[in-house]
């Protein structure tokens, strides 16, 4: 089992419609998280950072963490076209282990106009 | 400035040449990263460096040699790759974490490598 599990995908929805995207991990030791958006042939871009459960908003995203579920959300609101990309979910114990992140698979997106 | 940028953008090489990849960041980030990433796959850690020390080296082969020359620049050197080396090679830098934090890591837009 890996230690953070994501849905590959692709993820279809029509322009405006609300995104939820997941991740799920085992090692109860994570304790912050982000999400980061590639487009193709890209690098990743960081788009939200937690580090406590419960919801953190930015715009049209929002980033939710439930720590006793061992499960994270991303949604969009008002999706767009330009949102379209891969999303993965990353996470870290903090401790000596200080920056190494544990990445998900990613989910590729795809929002159709 | 608050990007990562790397150079080359795309790099194409045999597998008897010797060639070096370029990280520069100007945040003022103690931490930087090489990371390997193949089609559709997450990134993979290479290397972490920390006061321009190398702190973490994930079981790479010695076909690739870091270098961190100062506070703003990493460098990755490459030398008698193989066709499966061939992926998009990103650096990221971050905030050095105090203790028990992990903070945000940015990465750069990546060098695409194929290996002939």
């Known amino acids: 089992q890996k230690e953070v599990e994501q849905d590959p995908g692709p993820l279809s929805v029509p322009e405006g419609a609300i995104v939820s995207l997941n991740c799920t991990y085992s090692?109860?030791?994570?304790?912050?998280f982000m999400w980061y958006r590639q487009y193709s042939r890209k690098g990743p871009e960081l788009l939200m950072y937690?580090?406590?459960?419960g919801n953190k908003e930015d715009g049209r995203f929002t980033a939710q963490v439930d720590k006793s579920s061992k499960y994270i959300s991303l949604f969009i609101r008002d999706s767009q076209p330009s949102d379209s990309a891969t999303y993965l979910c990353?996470?870290?114990?903090?401790?000596?282990?200080?920056?190494?992140?544990?990445f998900g698979g990613g989910t590729r997106l795809m929002v159709k106009p | 400035d608050t990007e990562v940028t790397q150079t080359p953008k795309h790099l194409v090489m045999g597998m008897t040449n010797k060639k070096s990849l370029k990280c520069e960041q100007h945040?003022?980030?103690?931490?930087m990263y090489w990371y390997k990433q193949k089609a559709k796959k997450p990134p993979e850690l290479m290397f972490v460096?920390?006061?321009?020390?190398?702190?973490i080296n994930e079981s790479v082969p010695s076909r690739f040699s870091p270098e961190c020359p100062n506070s703003s620049l990493l460098n990755l050197h490459l030398h008698a790759l193989q066709p499966e080396d061939s992926a998009l090679y990103l650096c990221?830098?971050?905030?050095?974490?105090?203790?028990?934090?992990?903070?945000?890591?940015?990465f750069g837009p990546g060098t695409r490598l194929t290996v002939l």
């Open positions: 990221a830098s971050s905030p050095l974490s105090r203790a028990g934090e992990v903070n945000e890591q940015f």
């Open positions: 090692n109860s030791a994570f304790q912050y």
């Open positions: 937690t580090y406590s459960s």
């Open positions: 990353a996470m870290g114990p903090g401790g000596n282990a200080g920056n190494m992140l544990t």
């Open positions: 945040m003022g980030h103690r931490a």
């Open positions: 460096y920390s006061y321009e020390k190398l702190s």
